[in-house]
């Protein structure tokens, strides 16, 4: 009987051991889980800026451009570029 009993014993405390490691692992599964959803919400956000950014910068490029090879800029094109980035920002 005594013999049966530490059985039974043994046993129960292996099953609650087994029950703590796979709590512990779910709790784990979780945090990745939580980390991965946030990784991915953190990378579409710098994509749909990307966009934009080239945008605003290509056209800062293109008055360094003609500034470097000399070209006269007319205010208009400075307004038409300051518009267009703006534009970009509002719209985007």
């Not at 009993?5 to 979780?30: A, F, G, P, R, Y």
């Amino acid at each position: 009987m005594d013999e049966a009993k530490s059985l039974i014993v043994e046993q129960k405390n292996m099953l609650k051991e087994q029950v703590e490691q796979l709590s512990h692992k779910d709790k784990i599964l979780t945090t990745q889980s939580k980390q991965a959803v946030m990784g991915e919400m953190i990378s579409m956000i710098a994509h749909q800026w990307r966009q934009p950014l080239s945008t605003v910068t290509l056209n800062i490029s293109n008055l360094q451009v003609k500034r470097l090879l000399g070209e006269e800029i007319q205010d208009t094109e400075f307004d038409k570029t300051f518009e267009d980035i703006n534009n970009t920002i509002i719209s985007d």
